[in-house]
């Protein structure tokens, strides 16, 4: 048996230069956020042209939140390809709308309370089971995690949805955080923004590159763990 392979997603691009790095490093996906309000944020102009750069099998990821379903599906025209990020309070009926009614694969964020307030994320991935992953983030005022990371013990123990791992990931905790989550759910990726950035929008490569060597180590480490326990059965 093998350990199934973590994805990993770079978001908040806005250069050339950090595109490339995320590339060259071995990211999957690459974000770009299209909310007006985020420091992140680029025009879907920009986006589409950084999205031209990228080779075969690396997807770009555009964000939104609360878009009308117009203008998301006028931006996925611009971005072939590209998978669509929920990160408002989007409702399952208007995320399918916004992607054509299935015409555009999507992702939709669910935002865990920072306090340990109750958040019943089985039913949050049951009521958007057309999603293709649930995205956790940190519940913080306004959208976004704001670099902050929730309490991952306090998910539930099986969760029957792909989830993407995010909020105030680094290369010093992301191990951690898929040693911890792996195992609640189908499969597990992880989404970083900030904890790879020299300032806000601007990315920093060398902590691209720690980072993912991170997340190849946890893969690692849970690849040996289950080969012991293969071995003791």
């Known amino acids: 048996m093998t350990a199934a392979r973590t994805r990993i997603k770079i978001c908040g691009l806005t250069r050339e230069q950090d595109l490339d790095a995320a590339v060259a490093a071995g990211a999957d996906a690459v974000g770009f956020v299209l909310w007006e309000k985020s420091p992140r944020h680029v025009p879907i102009a920009r986006a589409a042209e ?20 117009q203008q998301v599906l006028a931006c996925c025209e611009r971005v072939p390809g590209a998978l669509v990020q929920f990160h408002g309070d989007e409702t399952p009926a208007q995320c399918q709308e916004a992607t054509g009614d299935g015409r555009h694969a999507f992702l939709r964020a669910a935002r ?20 293709q992953a649930i995205l956790l983030d940190a519940h913080v005022e306004g959208y976004g995690g704001a670099g902050k990371a929730f309490d991952w013990s306090r998910l539930p123990a099986n969760v029957n949805a792909h989830l993407v791992l995010s909020g105030g990931l680094t290369p010093a905790n ?9 195992p609640r759910c189908r499969t597990l990726a992880v989404d ?36 012991v326990q293969l071995s003791a059965t």
């Open 50 to 69: 950084l999205a031209s750069r990228l080779p075969p099998f690396v997807t770009p990821v555009l964000l939104f939140v609360n878009e009308s379903p």
């Open 112 to 131: 865990i309370p920072l306090d340990g307030s109750p958040f019943d994320l089985v039913r949050f991935a049951s009521e958007h089971a057309r999603a």
């Open 174 to 182: 992301v191990a951690d955080g898929i040693v911890q989550v792996r």
């Open 192 to 227: 970083v923004s900030s904890g790879v950035e020299a300032a806000k929008g601007i990315k920093d490569p060398e902590k691209i590159n720690r980072f993912v060597a991170a997340v190849r180590a946890a893969d690692a480490l849970l690849a040996k763990s289950t080969h």
